[in-house]
């Protein structure tokens, strides 16, 4: 989608362009000049080419200048005289005079008129230099946006009939859609509402994870609404130069008050709104001017004439408070991952162009991709795709879907041959998961098994796909979910008496997993219903537990400590019990693994009933 082009400006060069021809056609003709005054007749000869024809009395007549010696041969072939005609560089030769008298050559002596040669060398190259730096100096500082313009703004600017985004197009967030629906109605039809007194939002600010469409749903309201859309990154106003951030916030109300009703999108808003703090390191003096201009324009542009705000970030807790406040961006709309529906609509608009065979169901698909955004489910569709067409195939099939799922969710499968104890190992391990997932009650069905090499170091995998989506976990659950966790590491330990590496990553979530039982949701009876986590954590990234620790005393970080220890103890405890009692199931189950690499949940179910 090409961004509009504004109207054509006019430009100073083009007012006079006869100016310019006139230029390069006086430099033209000085060249010629030049190049017929200063090269000198006749054929050049070498010096001692010249003494010779000077002793054998060949030369008729000479004239000697400064630097060179121009001569004529005397009439013996009959041919013209600008065939006779030679030039030498003049050598310092004081018996020169004598051999000519010798010779009976007549000969005289020239001054050179340097007037020319002066003009040629030195005003011309002058004259051309300027005529450069006037040429760069206007496009430097003109008006077109040139190099020295820092204070325009770098907004895409598409027209009313560029953007073709519908709501049609956008699936999975259906209350984000009737949110925006509102703006919409009102860049259509303002009188409806300002004939009551009433006031739309001046600015709507879109949250949620990455990936949920956020960008998508404001060109959507855009391309509603039939009005130009301004899209701009919030780390485009931020410069070196102090106060370009601030103009470029002026340059871009300005234009979008010439053009209203319309719409301003500023995408990742976290990086020019970000919370003024006093750190004793100094702060962001830029940063902070171009978001106090951001406020002040804010304030200060009338809602009724239609420009509407629109910003979107996935981590609003980093946000300055005053852009939040009412008459700012006084709506906040929540575009979160999809439900099941939602997964399943936002796929059939992304196979609307692919060829899908008639055994893909969608709705499979959508249970099976539980927490999946928009990208990661456009993702998915490309990826199944490129697995058919790698494959030669006509149309993509359920198997392509399949595999695409596991290469999103494990990774890029690898063909290393391990050892056959490493892969015991490894099978014993996956099927300590498997069997203590499907004995422990209201978990996640296990999909399938495998021990083949996937992703960054995953030696093996024991994928659970859940059946629905869930928002809230209790106590129990989350002791079940640390029981399948160790359930691999118990296995090695009960099966071959010894423990490996590969319970690296299953530690360390089953650690974090703990600590946020104690720390962040109260799950301690010994420490009691008390919130011990002191920094936020980002609502909408998945990133780790941050590594400062809250306000409590060494005798509180001891017992949180000992809780976690015990919590990881009785996990593992009800883990050693369950594959104990299952021991020979364990054995089979491995024994069947290490045949066929992958075990699909349905045979694994078979045999543990």
Sequence with gaps: MAPSRPAPRPNPLAKRPASLWYGLA??????????????????????????????????????????????????????????????????????????????????????????????????????????????????????????????????????????????????????????????????????????????????????????????????????????????????????????????RIRDLFQQAEAKAPCIVFIDELDALGKARTQSPFGSHEEREQTLNQLLAEMDGFDSRKGVIIMGATNRPEVLDQALLRPGRFDRQVLVDKPDVKGREAILRIHIKGVKVGPDVDLKVIAQRTAGFAGADLANLVNEAALLAARNDKTEVDRRDFESALDRLIAGLEKKRVMSDKERRIVAYHESGHAIVASVLPDMDPVHKISIVQRGFGALGYTMQLPLEDRYLMTRTDLYNQLAVLLGGRTAEEIALGEISTGAQNDLQRATDMARAMVTEWGMSDTLGAVNYEGAKRPRFLDVGMPNER????????????????????????????????????????????????????????????
């Design 26 to 247: 006086l430099l033209l003709v000085l060249g010629l000049v030049q190049a017929y005054y200063m090269t000198p007749p006749g054929r050049s000869i070498p010096y001692s080419e010249f003494k010779t024809l000077v002793k054998g009395g060949k030369i008729a007549e000479l004239t000697i200048g400064d630097q060179l010696v121009r001569g004529t041969l005397k009439d013996e072939a009959g041919g013209d005289k600008a065939s006779r005609q030679f030039t030498v560089t003049r050598v310092e030769d004081p018996k020169l005079s004598e051999e000519l008298d010798a010779s009976g050559v007549k000969y005289t002596g020239e001054v050179m008129n340097r007037w020319l040669p002066e003009l040629l060398g030195w005003i011309v190259p002058l004259v051309f230099l300027v005529a450069i730096w006037g040429f760069f100096f206007r496009r430097m500082s003109g008006a077109e946006g040139g190099v020295m313009s820092f204070a325009k703004n770098k907004a895409k600017i598409y027209a009313d009939d560029e953007v073709k985004v519908r709501f049609t197009e956008v699936a999975g967030c259906d209350e984000a859609k009737d949110e925006l629906k509102e703006i919409v109605e009102f860049l259509q039809h303002p009188k409806k509402y300002t004939n009551l007194g009433g006031k739309i939002p001046k600015g709507v600010l879109l949250v949620g994870p990455p990936g949920t469409g956020k960008t998508l749903l404001a060109r959507a309201v855009a391309g509603e609404a039939h009005v130009p859309f301004f899209s701009m990154s919030g780390s485009e106003f931020v410069e070196m130069f102090v106060g370009v951030g601030a103009a």
């Design 550 to 609: 809250g306000n409590y005393g060494e005798e509180t970080a001891q017992t949180i400590d000992v809780e976690i220890k015990r919590i990881l103890s009785d996990a593992h405890n009800t883990a050693t019990r369950i594959l104990s009692e299952q021991r020979h199931k364990l054995e089979s189950v491995t024994l069947r693994l290490l045949e066929i690499e992958v075990m699909e949940g349905d045979e694994l179910r078979t045999l543990l009933a």
